[in-house]
């Protein structure tokens, strides 16, 4: 199955906007739409979380470290880190891929 990233991105003007676009043998793929200013709070997940910069500039946080993100960065956050991210002064997407770990 092909997903095109393109028709996933939207934005909205009072929050981020997030879609879970695929599931699969768990592992999420969703897609992170901020406005120019828009954050994502720092949380945690039992998951390893991938966080790719698609398109924009922003920072993306692993832990205590943020990072200033563009098209083709990637930041892994392993499982129980807080995380989250921040658009900078233009509109920002990330891709995040959400591995959850094998039960048994």
Do not use: C, W
Not at 22 to 41: C, D, L, N
Request: hydrophobic share 40%.
């Amino acid at each position: 199955m092909v997903y095109r990233l393109s028709e996933h991105v939207a934005f909205r003007a009072d929050k981020p906007a997030s879609e879970l676009i695929a599931e699969y043998e768990g592992t999420r793929v969703a897609v992170f739409s901020m406005e120019p200013g828009q954050v994502v709070p720092a949380h945690t997940s039992p998951a390893t979380v991938f966080m790719l910069a698609y398109s924009g500039r922003g920072v993306l946080r692993s832990g205590e470290e943020s990072s200033e993100a563009k098209p083709g960065d990637l930041v892994i956050v392993p499982p129980n880190v807080p995380h989250g991210m921040a658009a900078g002064d233009e509109q920002f997407v990330v891709l995040a891929f959400i591995q959850f770990p094998k039960e048994g």
